[in-house]
C-alpha cells in the first residue's frame, strides 16, 4: 500500500509541478511521439504476423478504432462490439496517459537540469581515493565473528543454519556483485491502478447481467480468480466485508489494497439474517499484483548491461555501484550444489567464470538481476599471499574482495607492519610494502575523463533532491486510516 501511496503522491506533485510552470502538452503532440518516436514497450506489443512493429495498426487503434474491431471482429454482436471498443479505448487512453506522463517527466528534468551547475567539491579527495592504492604480503584468518557464548543447542543450530562458514571438502566460491530489484516503477503502480478503477467502472456501468458477466470473464480467465462468502464474524474476511457491506448485487468494488495483492470484488448475492443482524456476502474476487512492466524491465537490463560493459572496460565495481546508486556486496560461500539468492542458475554461470571476471548477469528470485564478480576460492584455514596490489573499490589481489580490509590498508599513510585487524572475511595481518599515493597534478586529466559520467550524477542527484523537496513542500491530506484499518 505505501509504494501505491507514494507513487500516487509523486504522479500529482510532479503534474502540479508541470502546471505551475505551464507546461503543457497536447494530444496531437501524444500521438506525435506514439507514431514517430515509438517506445520500445510498444514497438514489441504491437506487431504484424512476422513479428515486426505494425505503425498501421497503431495507426489504426488511434484513429480508426470502430473499423479496427469491426474488421476484426466478424459474427459479433453490437453489445460485444461495444465491449470491445471500451476496451480498446481503455488501452489507448493507457498508453496515451502513460506516453504523456514520461513525456511530461522529461521535460521537467530538462528544466531543472538547467539549474544545476557542474559541483567539484569533494571531487579531488574522490580522485585521490581511486587514485592511492598499496602493495602488501597479507595474512588472512578467516573467522566466525563476535559470537556470543553460545550452549550446545545454538552450536548445532547454528551449524545447521550456516554449513558453509566451516571447512568443507567441496569447491566453494564467493561473489562480489551489485544487484537491481525487478521492482514495479511508480508509473507502473499509477497506471495499473488506473486500469484497475477503469475496470471497476465498466462493470459498474453493464446494462444487463450478461454484459458485466462478459467484461468480468474477460479479466478473471487471465490472473488469479475464483468466488467465496464473507462473513461478519470472520477477521480475515473483516476489510473485504466492510468493502462491500451495504452494496447491492451487481455492484463491483475495488481497488482494494491487501497484503496478498490488488482485489476487485462484485458482489453476487446478499443473504441478510434480520432486519437488525447482517448476513453474510457471495462475492467473485480477481486478485492481482502490481508487475513491472516491459519498459521498466527493458530500462533494468540496459543498466545491468552498461553495468557489465563499464567493469569490461577496467572500471572498478565501486565506481559503477556509485554510477547507478547501488551498493556492492558480497555473497557467502556456496558450492555447486547449493542456491544464491534463490538462483541455481547464478551458482551454475559462477563456477564456470574465471576469478575476477565478471559473470554473465542473472536475473534471481531474490535480489532481481544480479551482476556478479568472482572473487575467490574455496576458503582455508590461513590464507598467506604476498606482493597484492590493494585498490578502493575493496579488491585485494585478483582474487580477495573485502572493502573493509582495502579501506583500513590505505588508510595507512606509510610502509609497516599492520595487525591483527578484522575485516569482512577474517583477521588480517598485513604488511604494507608500498604506498602509491595519487598524484595531483594528474588530477585535472582525471577530471575530464570522468567529467561526463559525475555530471550525470549530480544532475540525477539534483533531480532526486528537486522532488524530494517537492513533497516535502505539498500540502498532503493522508486520509488512508478512514478507508484501510488494520
Known amino acids: 500500500m505505501e509504494q501505491a501511496w507514494n507513487d500516487v503522491i509523486r504522479r500529482r506533485i510532479m503534474l502540479q509541478e508541470a502546471s505551475r510552470r505551464e507546461l503543457q502538452l497536447e494530444l496531437r503532440e501524444v500521438d506525435s511521439?506514439?507514431?514517430?518516436?515509438?517506445?520500445?514497450?510498444?514497438?514489441?506489443?504491437?506487431?504484424?504476423?512476422?513479428?515486426?512493429?505494425?505503425?498501421?495498426?497503431?495507426?489504426?487503434?488511434?484513429y480508426a478504432p470502430d473499423s479496427l474491431i469491426r474488421i476484426n471482429t466478424p459474427g459479433m454482436s453490437t453489445d460485444q462490439r461495444a465491449n470491445e471498443r471500451a476496451q480498446l479505448n481503455a488501452s489507448i487512453a493507457q498508453l496515451r496517459e502513460r506516453v504523456g506522463l514520461m513525456e511530461m517527466e522529461k521535460r521537467l528534468r530538462a528544466i531543472v537540469a538547467k539549474d544545476h551547475r557542474f559541483d567539484t567539491t569533494g571531487l579531488r579527495q574522490r580522485y585521490r581515493d581511486v587514485a592511492t592504492s598499496a602493495?602488501?604480503?597479507v595474512i588472512l584468518i578467516p573467522c566466525v565473528k563476535d559470537l556470543p557464548s553460545p550452549n550446545l543447542a545454538d552450536l548445532k543450530a547454528y551449524h545447521k543454519a550456516h554449513p558453509t562458514a566451516f571447512t568443507s571438502p567441496l569447491p566453494m566460491?564467493?561473489?562480489?556483485?551489485?544487484?537491481?530489484?525487478?521492482?514495479?516503477?511508480?508509473?507502473?503502480?499509477?497506471?495499473?491502478?488506473?486500469?484497475?478503477?477503469?475496470?471497476?467502472?465498466?462493470?459498474?456501468?453493464?446494462?444487463?447481467?450478461?454484459?458485466?458477466?462478459?467484461?468480468?470473464?474477460?479479466?478473471?480467465?487471465?490472473?488469479?480468480?475464483?468466488a467465496t462468502r464473507l462473513s461478519p464474524d470472520s477477521a480475515s474476511?473483516?476489510?473485504?466485508?466492510?468493502?462491500?457491506?451495504?452494496?447491492?448485487?451487481?455492484?463491483?468494488?475495488?481497488?482494494?489494497?491487501?497484503?496478498?495483492?490488488?482485489?476487485?470484488?462484485?458482489?453476487?448475492?446478499?443473504?441478510?439474517?434480520?432486519?437488525?443482524?447482517?448476513?453474510?456476502?457471495?462475492?467473485?474476487?480477481?486478485?492481482?499484483?502490481?508487475?513491472?512492466?516491459?519498459?521498466?524491465?527493458?530500462?533494468?537490463?540496459?543498466?545491468?548491461?552498461?553495468?557489465?560493459?563499464m567493469y569490461e572496460r577496467g572500471m572498478e565495481l565501486s565506481a559503477i555501484a556509485g554510477r547507478f546508486g547501488r551498493v556492492p556486496e558480497s555473497s557467502p560461500w556456496f558450492t555447486e550444489e547449493e542456491k544464491i539468492y534463490g538462483s541455481h542458475r547464478l551458482v551454475d554461470v559462477a563456477f564456470k567464470?574465471?576469478?575476477?571476471?565478471?559473470?554473465?548477469?542473472?536475473?534471481?528470485?531474490e535480489r532481481g538481476a544480479v551482476l556478479?564478480?568472482?572473487?575467490?576460492?574455496?576458503?582455508?584455514?590461513?590464507?598467506?599471499?604476498?606482493?597484492?596490489?590493494?585498490?578502493?573499490?575493496?579488491?585485494?589481489?585478483?582474487?580477495?574482495?573485502?572493502p573493509t580490509a582495502a579501506k583500513e590498508i590505505l588508510a595507512k599513510p606509510t610502509p609497516d607492519l599492520f595487525g591483527p585487524f578484522l575485516a569482512e572475511s577474517g583477521w588480517y595481518i598485513v604488511n604494507i610494502t608500498g604506498v602509491i599515493k595519487a598524484n595531483d597534478?594528474?588530477?585535472?586529466?582525471?577530471?575530464?575523463?570522468?567529467?561526463?559520467t559525475i555530471e550525470?550524477?549530480?544532475?540525477?542527484?539534483?533531480?532526486?533532491?528537486?522532488?524530494?523537496?517537492?513533497?516535502?513542500?505539498?500540502?498532503?491530506?493522508?486520509?488512508?486510516?478512514?478507508?484501510?484499518?488494520?
Open 33 to 62: 511521439i506514439l507514431l514517430e518516436a515509438t517506445p520500445d514497450f510498444i514497438r514489441r506489443g504491437i506487431v504484424d504476423e512476422k513479428g515486426r512493429f505494425d505503425k498501421g495498426l497503431l495507426t489504426a487503434m488511434l
Open 135 to 137: 602493495t602488501v604480503d
Open 173 to 226: 566460491r564467493r561473489l562480489a556483485f551489485i544487484s537491481w530489484p525487478m521492482a514495479a516503477a511508480p508509473i507502473d503502480s499509477s497506471l495499473f491502478l488506473g486500469n484497475v478503477n477503469d475496470f471497476v467502472g465498466l462493470l459498474n456501468k453493464a446494462t444487463s447481467k450478461r454484459q458485466r458477466d462478459s467484461i468480468w470473464a474477460s479479466v478473471a480467465t487471465t490472473t488469479s480468480s475464483g
Open 237 to 309: 474476511h473483516r476489510m473485504f466485508y466492510a468493502a462491500v457491506k451495504g452494496k447491492k448485487p451487481g455492484t463491483a468494488v475495488g481497488p482494494i489494497k491487501h497484503s496478498t495483492g490488488i482485489h476487485v470484488l462484485l458482489v453476487d448475492t446478499v443473504h441478510a439474517k434480520s432486519a437488525k443482524i447482517a448476513g453474510e456476502i457471495s462475492i467473485r474476487v480477481i486478485i492481482s499484483e502490481i508487475e513491472p512492466s516491459r519498459q521498466t524491465i527493458d530500462s533494468i537490463l540496459r543498466q545491468v548491461d552498461e553495468a557489465a560493459e
Open 353 to 365: 567464470t574465471p576469478v575476477s571476471v565478471a559473470c554473465d548477469p542473472i536475473d534471481t528470485p
Open 372 to 402: 556478479a564478480i568472482v572473487v575467490d576460492k574455496t576458503p582455508k584455514e590461513a590464507q598467506i599471499a604476498r606482493g597484492l596490489n590493494v585498490h578502493s573499490d575493496g579488491m585485494i589481489g585478483e582474487v580477495l574482495y573485502d
Open 441 to 452: 597534478d594528474e588530477y585535472p586529466m582525471w577530471l575530464e575523463m570522468r567529467k561526463e
Open 456 to 486: 550525470a550524477e549530480q544532475i540525477e542527484a539534483h533531480w532526486q533532491s528537486f522532488v524530494k523537496g517537492l513533497r516535502t513542500n505539498a500540502v498532503i491530506e493522508d486520509n488512508r486510516w478512514v478507508y484501510f484499518r488494520y
